[in-house]
């Protein structure tokens, strides 16, 4: 029997697995290759590794787990979490069966994007969502916002001290996107084209595993999960953390790897704390 099952092997799970790891705590990770930046090449705005590839991010991560022999990896996908008997029954996809004491689901969230031809595959490179995360490669040059409304005056603001024009386009209008040399031709309905350097747009983001709401944790309007400060959901024992999951008093996630890794490593000491209370 695990003491923990981290469930997700993005930033995360890597680090709830690192903290569980430096405490001695019988761990299993499991990760089925899904990331939610999975297109990224360089990914910004992470202390001492800006502009680091997430994939070598996870890499060193796991490297980094070989050093803490409580822990152990596997490349799989979960497909069923039971509470049970005080514990948890989590079955692999592969058939194998485990049990652990405590669950940190760290999932993340997949994201629906707009269905405009050609955006699909710059999504992640030039084609963005965040501006803390892409606006600065884009520096000095036209950029679009694909947006509507508040959101998109926001973003459009976001992004005035760092583009040299910033055009806000209807998404409908889009008729089809096409990768440049150095950029995007965006092409509308009413047959013009305009060439930008990046495009902003808001894909739609679900949860990407059944786990939380299969359980029975309390879900939030903005389709994530609740948690506390240290990623205790409501129900005794699953723990959460990631774009998946964000306290009550936030509208919606801060989705980035800093806090992913943040709340990663609170909700390992929640589950350390737990298990050191049970056990007193
Ligand atoms: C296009 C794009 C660009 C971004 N760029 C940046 C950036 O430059 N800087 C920045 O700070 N942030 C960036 N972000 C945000 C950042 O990538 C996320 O906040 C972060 O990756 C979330 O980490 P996570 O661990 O919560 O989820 P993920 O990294 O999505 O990890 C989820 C994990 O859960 C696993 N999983 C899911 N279901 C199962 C299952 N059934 N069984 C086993 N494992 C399962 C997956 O395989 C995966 O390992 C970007 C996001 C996007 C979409």
Do not use: K
């Not at 090449?41 to 800006?50: C, R, T």
């Amino acid at each position: 029997m695990y003491e923990a099952i981290v469930i997700g092997g993005g930033p995360a799970g890597l680090q709830a697995a690192l903290t569980l790891g430096r405490m001695h705590r019988r761990t299993l990770l499991v990760d089925s290759g899904e990331y939610r930046n999975g297109t990224v090449e360089h990914a910004h705005n992470l202390l001492a590794n800006d502009g680091v590839a997430p994939a070598e991010l996870r890499a060193r991560a796991r490297t980094e787990l070989v050093a803490y022999p409580t822990v152990e990896v596997r490349d799989a996908a979960v497909e069923s979490v039971v509470a049970a008997d005080g514990g948890f029954t989590i079955a692999l996809a592969d058939g194998e069966v485990v049990r652990a004491a405590r669950v940190v689901l760290a999932t993340g969230v997949r994201d629906e994007l707009p269905p405009i031809p050609g955006l699909a595959a710059e999504w992640g490179r030039r084609v963005a969502q965040c501006p803390f995360c892409h606006g600065h490669e884009f520096a000095g040059r036209a950029v679009a916002v694909a947006l509507d409304g508040e959101h998109a005056e926001m973003i459009r603001r976001m992004l005035a001290p760092l583009a040299s024009e910033v055009v806000v386009i209807p998404p409908g209008s889009i008729e089809r996107i096409v990768a440049e040399a150095e950029g995007l031709r965006i092409e509308t309905r009413d047959g013009t084209a305009r060439s930008v350097a990046g495009l902003f747009v808001a894909p739609t983001p679900s949860q990407r595993a059944p786990f939380a709401e299969r359980l029975g944790c309390r879900m939030l309007p903005s389709g994530a999960v609740e948690v506390d400060l240290v990623g205790a959901t409501s129900v005794p024992g699953v723990y959460a953390a990631g774009d998946m999951a964000h306290t009550a008093a936030a509208a919606g996630p801060m989705v980035s790897l800093a806090a992913a890794i943040a709340a990663g490593q609170m909700a390992a000491a929640g589950v350390v704390r737990d298990l050191t209370s049970a056990t007193a």
